[in-house]
T-cell receptor, first 115, second 110 residues
Framework: EAGVAQSPRYKIIEKRQSVAFWCNPISGHATLYWYQQILGQGPKLLIQFQNNGVVDDSQLPKDRFSAERLKGVDSTLKIQPAKLEDSAVYLC?????????????FGSGTRLTVV | SQELEQSPQSLIVQEGKNLTINCTSSKTLYGLYWYKQKYGEGLIFLMMLQKGGEEKSHEKITAKLDEKKQQSSLHITASQPSHAGIYLCGADSVNYQLIWGAGTKLIIKP
């Protein structure tokens, strides 16, 4: 079974620039999560999709962050414009709803540095 | 809201020694997960615990959930350089989400 694919692995941008991250979940996984993980902290949920609908985006800074999941498969997370404090690892995970946390599979993450 | 506290925050251990990492919850745990993370990378699933008193092992790593289901420990026996990384505990929350501890950074000294 192929894992969760994320790209790019690394990205360095200047503040006020835009950036986009891509995630392809495990085939058949209805639930997709985007997390932000700042160095030394646990992952913070940004947005959760169930198929192509949003379940929870309460912690997504909507003035600069946006996310979509077209056709309930791939997802894109965008930051526009980026701030220094957005430097973090952005993790995508997918799960089969019935197995919840046990079925969580994470991608390799995208390490973003804003300078 | 439920919170997970991990201790210690960081740990430096001589290769070959044993070590324990703890994860304490402010509320009853209904599903507790241990993950390992290499710096700046994704999380790798280690084990899941659900029942009070449950204990699971994988190679030299053993995880336990206490009877009251509010604390879990992760024990590594005869540590090796491959054990180095960040260990995170996560717990089932609403809407099939997980809440997370802040992680324990483990360094193995040769």
């Amino acid at each position: 079974e192929a894992g969760v694919a994320q790209s790019p692995r690394y990205k360095i941008i200047e503040k006020r620039q835009s950036v986009a991250f891509w995630c392809n979940p495990i085939s058949g996984h209805a639930t997709l999560y985007w997390y932000q993980q700042i160095l030394g902290q646990g992952p913070k949920l940004l947005i959760q999709f169930q198929n192509n609908g949003v379940v929870d985006d309460s912690q997504l800074p909507k003035d600069r962050f946006s996310a979509e999941r077209l056709k309930g498969v791939d997802s894109t997370l965008k930051i526009q414009p980026a701030k220094l404090e957005d430097s973090a690892v952005y993790l995508c995970a997918s799960s089969s709803q019935r197995t919840a946390g046990y079925g969580y599979t994470f991608g390799s993450g995208t390490r973003l540095t804003v300078v | 809201s439920q919170e997970l506290e991990q201790s210690p925050q960081s740990l430096i251990v001589q290769e070959g020694k044993n070590l324990t990492i703890n994860c304490t919850s402010s509320k009853t745990l209904y599903g507790l997960y241990w993950y390992k993370q290499k710096y700046g990378e994704g999380l790798i699933f280690l084990m899941m615990l659900q029942k009070g008193g449950e204990e699971k092992s994988h190679e030299k790593i053993t995880a336990k959930l206490d009877e009251k289901k509010q604390q879990s420990s992760l024990h590594i026996t005869a540590s090796q350089p491959s054990h180095a990384g960040i260990y995170l505990c996560g717990a089932d929350s609403v809407n099939y989400q997980l809440i997370w501890g802040a992680g324990t950074k483990l360094i193995i000294k040769p």
